[in-house]
């Protein structure tokens, strides 16, 4: 008997979206569909950007295990963006009945379900949670402290970490003539966002089975 594979579904909304201004809020959206397709392009997969119901939007990994790198790509970009706005992010595991026709209005599975039901629940202090398949306590924790450490990040820290996560520039050197800084800002950068630190927990989550309960 086949087994139906495994996604990840991205929900998030944008915080306080009334109050920065349509204008803000269009950009905070050219950047998430932006990333959409830089990451995508990275990891070679389709994550069909959706915006929906005014601040809010939606991707899918066929890549489970990913879901902390893209949360924490999706956070880079609107913080390096400086558009005042942040976005809060439900991370859901699960199967999936359809991806939808053209994009996710119409995608549906319990994949979708969870990240959307867990956004709804989320407490209003909170940016991230996870739920679903083979997410257990230490997925969890994972998560808790992820938000706890990239919530902080500053704009230019943000701007390192996206472009690391990204992969498309993979020395230093390189990301600095990107930025037109130093090689030593690079570093410092780097280490004032403690990416290093989430070496281990992305590396967990990439290889996680997700099939297996916790």
């Given at each position: 008997m086949d087994h139906a594979p495994i996604h990840t579904v991205l929900t998030g909304d944008l915080i306080k979206s009334r109050?920065?201004?349509?204008?803000?809020?269009?950009?905070?959206?050219?950047?998430?569909?932006?990333?959409?397709?830089?990451?995508?392009?990275a990891w070679d997969l389709n994550l069909r950007f959706t915006r929906h119901r005014g601040d809010g939007w939606q991707v899918v990994?066929?890549?489970?295990?990913?879901?902390l790198d893209a949360a924490l790509y999706f956070i880079a970009r609107l913080r390096a963006g400086q558009t005042g706005i942040a976005t809060r992010l439900s991370i859901g595991v699960g199967t999936v009945e359809t991806l939808g026709r053209r994009d996710l209005s119409d995608a549906t599975?319990?994949?979708f379900f969870v990240s959307g039901d867990h956004l709804t629940q989320m407490a209003r202090n909170r940016?991230?949670?996870?739920?679903?398949?083979?997410?257990?306590?230490?997925?969890v924790a994972i998560i808790d402290l992820a938000e706890c450490i990239a919530t902080?990040?500053?704009?230019?820290?943000?701007?390192v970490v996206a472009l690391q996560l990204e992969g498309r520039l993979r020395r230093h050197?390189?990301?600095?003539?990107?930025?037109?800084?130093?090689?030593?800002?690079?570093?410092?950068?780097?280490?004032?966002?403690?990416?290093?630190?989430?070496?281990?927990?992305?590396?967990?989550?990439?290889?996680?089975?997700?099939?297996?309960?916790?």
């Open positions: 109050k920065a201004g349509t204008a803000a809020v269009d950009q905070a959206f050219d950047i998430l569909s932006d990333a959409a397709t830089a990451f995508g392009t990994l066929t890549k489970p295990g990913l879901l599975g319990p994949a940016m991230l949670t996870v739920a679903g398949l083979g997410i257990g306590t230490a997925q902080g990040w500053t704009a230019t820290q943000a701007e050197e390189d990301i600095a003539d990107e930025l037109g800084v130093t090689r030593q800002a690079i570093q410092s950068r780097l280490a004032g966002a403690g990416l290093s630190y989430f070496d281990n927990a992305l590396y967990a989550l990439r290889n996680h089975d997700f099939a297996v309960s916790n």
